[in-house]
């Protein structure tokens, strides 16, 4: 502020000097602080102004020009104190009080302000009670929970799945027969079901049956013509009969002869006699030669007969196939013929649709492929043979084993109505992983489609009594999209907690009930932590178990805030009420928090009962979504094991592996907390003599 008061004398000196160079005196009667040129400029007339300057060069100096243009004012009897810039009139007194005097007083009035509220002191700390009592009120109250093994809670691991219905097979019927449709089933259209073996189409069965006689007359001649080779073979056998007869006479009259003296019979006639014999063993060879083809003539008939045969049942087959039959119970899908429409064969005329057994397309992530392979398989036989063992070992990453699968359709539109069937994970829908999702594709078989349970609002309904039960679909069908829950056997041990156990990095406090928590004197830790700037964090070199020990003392005595907040109450801060008022130490256990890591999640905990509704029980908050929920846990090692507990209140910043905490007795150790309380009794007699 001085020195705009400086400026300000040093504008007014200028003016002055200003007044005293132009040799003018101010009017009389004018304000001495206003402007000492405003009575001349009143009583002079104006005079126009005229421009005697001429354009400044380009490379001109301006002072120069003022002074030129000063002295041709001068020279033209122009005042140059008229071309002096005009200043407003000033009041110095008011121009001071705003300037100065309420600033200051501003300055002072704040200052009156601080020293009249003054500053709040907190209040001293109350000394702190060492006591079993004390300490354990000093320990952080935390919620616990117990924790439940997954046998324990009646239900198996549940993974849930999407999936889509499939047909189980579709057969597309062709024609086997070239020829014209004569006639068509009125069950032979898309959406009718028909069952196995009804005609769906016949083909002109004409020139079928036409072959078919031409061939039973050609078998019928065959039939005669191994009549006739088979009479010829009886008349050659005769005729072989006879010729034996006839050579074994004259064979008998050649040793007849041949017996007798020289003189009784002649050399001619001996040979003669030889001479009937040898024709007769010719005509013995002849009718055997006949007898040997007429066996190879009557093979060759056998064989034409044979052949006439299957030619014969051919014909007939192809007549049969004159009918397109269903070759199962199901559904016509299309049909791509229609009445008096020619057919060349293998032309497809039907698609029918399997109907006794429907499969379910879905696909796994390979964390959930790991707990369906990680399964109690069953107990092999002892007295398996090497062999046996050795012939499954190929084909043992090929399989899945046999899971029990429960599948869900939600009816759109129906809130609360749900139709469920039974089904087996029956394997891999091909190999490999999906290249886009990288998923594992698996298939889901319904034995019986039509086997089905409706479920209204959690409640299963007795289909029998109920005749609206059956309005919704009662059997899959291609295309629907539907829930599915695979029932595991996991071979591990798994547990199931609340979704406020699990920490971030797959970490869970588990608390450990441990009275010798109780054993650490505060006193002496809150006088060696007293210099230190956190007393919540271990300092530098000091070993956890004394940080823990500081942060009781610290828990142990009423905060700052606590004070202040009494202080505005009204109350004196040295009657602060008692902390422990109201404390019972029967109703607490004392213990350790126990930091466990490498929990795995492995799914949501989800019953049978919140499976069969079509909502979760639950409804989640909108602050917290996983608020209420469980989940089904691996834990490393088994180290959580079944009835230990978990905490799930929130604590701040836990440092160290192990944290004393005091937890409620009736869910720790209800039969316990009787006795904590009568040991407290007479600790809290001491206490209240200390105090």
């Not at 200043?87 to 100065?100: E, G, M, Y």
């Not at 002191?121 to 009670?129: C, G, T, V």
């Not at 696909?363 to 036989?381: C, I, P, S, T």
């Amino acid at each position: 502020m001085t020195d705009e008061l400086t400026s300000k004398a040093t504008v007014l000196m200028s003016i002055e000097s200003t007044e005293q160079t132009t040799g003018t005196e101010p009017a009389p009667g004018t304000e001495p602080a206003g402007n000492p040129y405003a009575e001349e400029q009143r009583t002079r007339s104006p005079k126009p102004q005229r421009s005697t300057h001429s354009p400044a060069p380009g490379n001109g100096d301006g002072s120069d020009q003022t002074a030129a243009g000063t002295a041709a004012d001068e020279t033209a009897g122009v005042d140059p104190t008229e071309q002096l810039p005009v200043h407003p009139s000033r009041d110095l007194p008011k121009w001071l009080l705003l300037n100065v005097a309420v600033p200051v007083l501003l300055l002072l009035a704040a200052g009156g302000l601080v020293w009249y509220l003054g500053s709040v002191e907190s209040a001293a700390r109350p000394p702190i009670d060492d006591t079993p009592v004390g300490r354990l009120f000093a320990l952080p109250a935390v919620d616990v929970v117990p924790v439940r093994s997954l046998a324990s809670t009646g239900e198996k691991l549940h993974l849930t799945a999407d999936g889509t219905v499939v047909p189980y097979r579709e057969a597309s019927l062709a024609t086997e027969v070239a020829g014209r449709i004569v006639e068509k089933s009125p069950l032979c259209e898309a959406g009718k079901y028909v069952t196995k073996g009804h005609v769906l189409m016949k083909i002109d069965p004409t020139d079928y049956a036409l072959q078919v006689e031409q061939l039973q007359r050609e078998q019928q001649q065959a039939y005669e013509s191994l009549g006739e080779v088979d009479q010829e073979m009886i008349n050659t056998n005769r005729s072989m009969e006879l010729a034996r007869a006839d050579i074994e006479l004259l064979q008998r009259e050649v040793a007849r002869r041949d017996a007798l003296p020289d003189q009784f019979a002649s050399q001619g006639e001996l040979d003669q006699a030889r001479r009937a014999v040898l024709t007769a063993e010719q005509q013995l060879v002849l009718y055997q030669n006949q007898l040997e083809l007429a066996r190879k003539k009557r093979t060759r008939l056998e064989s034409s007969e044979r052949l006439a045969a299957l030619q014969l049942e051919a014909a007939k087959i192809n007549l049969q196939r004159t009918e397109i039959v269903a070759p199962m119970d199901g559904v016509i899908v299309s049909e791509q013929a229609e009445l008096n429409t020619f057919v060349s064969r293998g032309s497809p005329v039907v698609t029918i649709e399997d109907t006794s057994k429907v499969e379910v397309a879905s696909k796994l992530r390979v964390d959930q492929l790991y707990w369906v392979l990680n399964q109690k398989g069953a107990e092999r036989d002892p007295a398996s043979s090497a062999s046996e063992l050795a012939a499954e070992l190929p084909k043992r990453g090929y399989e899945l084993p046999p899971t029990s699968v429960m599948v869900r359709y939600l009816v759109s539109g129906r809130e609360g109505l749900i139709y469920q069937w039974r089904g087996k994970l029956s394997g891999y829908d091909g190999i490999g992983l999906d290249e886009q999702t990288r998923t594992v594709p698996v298939r889901i078989v319904v034995e019986n489609p039509r086997a089905f349970e409706v479920i209204r609002d959690g409640k299963t309904v007795d289909i029998e009594n109920t005749p609206t039960a059956t309005a919704g679909p009662t059997t899959l069908v291609r295309g629907m999209f539907v829930s599915l829950r695979l029932e595991l056997d996991p071979a591990v041990e798994l547990v199931v907690l609340p979704s406020e156990a699990l920490k971030p990095g797959n970490r869970v406090w588990q608390f450990v009930a441990d009275p010798s928590v109780l054993d650490h004197s505060l006193v002496p830790v809150e006088e060696a932590d007293e210099g230190a700037s956190d007393a919540g964090r271990p300092s530098e070199g000091e070993p956890a178990e004394q940080a823990g020990d500081s942060e009781l003392a610290d828990a142990a005595a009423p905060s700052d805030e606590s004070a202040a907040e009494a202080d505005q109450d009204g109350s004196p801060s040295t009657d602060l009420e008692d902390p422990m008022a109201g404390f019972e130490a029967g109703e607490w256990v004392a213990g350790e928090l126990q930091v466990l890591h490498g929990i795995r999640p492995v799914d949501e905990f989800v019953t049978t009962t919140e499976f069969n509704m079509a909502q979760d029980i639950a409804t989640p908050s909108e602050d917290d979504p996983d608020r209420g929920k469980a989940w089904i846990c691996e834990i490393a090692d088994s180290e959580l094991h079944d009835q230990a507990f978990v905490v799930v209140s929130p604590l701040g910043s836990i440092n160290t592996d192990a944290f004393p905490v005091r937890a409620p007795a009736k869910v720790v150790s209800p039969e316990s907390s009787d006795d904590q309380a009568d040991d407290a009794a007479p600790a809290t007699g001491s206490a209240g003599d200390d105090q």
